[in-house]
């Protein structure tokens, strides 16, 4: 079963990140997932990490580990 994603939360982010400040830029959430319960969204990857986590968007299991993240 698929991991749900945190639409919520990462409808809360800026558009882009050109107008924040560096700061603030660099904790602008990616990609999230809900744990346990709708309430408990928490972020796989933020704007300021050296790599993206984004294996929550990937629904197909054929899909190699390494095409699901940018370095």
């Known amino acids: 079963m698929a991991q749900p ?11 882009s990140a ?16 809900l744990g346990r319960g709708w309430e408990n969204a928490r972020s ?3 704007y300021g990490d050296l790599i993206w986590e984004l294996w929550p968007f990937f629904e197909q299991s054929n ?9």
Do not use: C, M, W
């Not at 050109?18 to 997932?33: G, P």
């Open 5 to 15: 994603k945190a639409y919520g939360l990462l409808a809360e982010q800026p558009l």
């Open 18 to 33: 050109t107008d924040v400040v560096l700061e603030r830029a660099l904790h602008i959430v990616i990609s999230a997932i």
């Open 44 to 46: 796989a990857s933020r």
């Open 63 to 71: 899909v190699a580990a390494a095409k699901k993240k940018i370095n």
